[in-house]
């Protein structure tokens, strides 16, 4: 049982343009929901995050949009550049101390 | 701060080998978890721990022991390897409430 969905599984956006990947979870006990990036041979980052009672957050090019009623949520990034290219993850979080993933995105700006 | 380092950074193992998978943090951060990375399945939780002493299991804990007797050290053990344990290694720790993990440089792992 896959608790958080994420897609696309890949995505190819010209320089400049606005990446969106998606992100959809089952569990209402999950309180908490992140995004990491990750680079080809390194750890997960995190990048932003959100909190249930907020349906929008923004830092600098990226942007949460957080829907709870449906149960879903997305990450945008605005002007995407070369250096954006990664895969990048959601997540969700319990109180508990447990975090869930989605399968992940491989986003490509090409230049 | 080192963050969360993980050795080794590269292992080999044959099947039916054991070797524990090291993964310390400095941050002081009360949660720790182990995640394996395979390719088109996202990060994987294995095991993870809220304190010393305290562990509990994730979706992926067969063939997999840790145990947590301080706050900066959570080893994985792998009992028997087998290959369907090759993958990515990635150990991470977190302060409650929110759980932001902060993730290791990882452990690739081939067993043949």
């Known amino acids: 049982q896959q608790q958080v969905k994420q897609s696309p599984q890949s995505l190819i956006v010209q320089k400049g343009g606005i990446s969106i990947i998606n992100c959809a979870y089952e569990?209402?006990?999950?309180?908490?929901f992140p995004w990491y990036q990750q680079f080809p041979g390194k750890g997960p980052a995190l990048l932003i995050a959100?909190?249930?009672?907020?349906s929008e957050k923004k830092e600098g090019r990226f942007t949460i949009s957080f829907n709870k009623s449906a149960k879903q949520f997305s990450l945008h990034i605005m002007d995407s550049q070369p250096g954006d290219s990664a895969t990048y993850f959601c997540?969700?979080?319990?109180?508990?101390?447990?975090?869930?993933f989605g399968d992940g995105t491989t986003l490509t700006v090409k230049p | 701060n080192a963050g969360v380092t993980q050795t080794p950074k590269f292992q080999v193992l044959k099947t039916g080998q054991s070797m524990t998978l090291q993964c310390a943090q400095d941050m002081n951060h009360e949660y720790m978890s182990w995640y394996r990375q395979d390719p088109g399945m996202g990060l994987r939780l294995i095991h993870y721990s809220v304190g010393a002493g305290i562990t509990d299991q994730g979706e992926v804990p067969n063939g997999y022991n840790v145990s947590r007797s301080t706050t900066e050290d959570f080893p994985l053990r792998l009992l028997s390897a087998a290959p369907s344990q090759t993958s990515v290694y990635f150990c991470?720790?977190?302060?409650?409430?929110?759980?932001?993990?902060?993730f290791g440089p990882g452990t690739r792992l081939t067993v043949l």
């Open positions: 569990n209402t006990a999950f309180d908490y």
């Open positions: 991470a720790s977190s302060p409650p409430p929110y759980n932001e993990q902060f």
């Open positions: 997540a969700a979080n319990t109180n508990a101390g447990k975090s869930t």
């Open positions: 959100i909190r249930p009672d907020v």
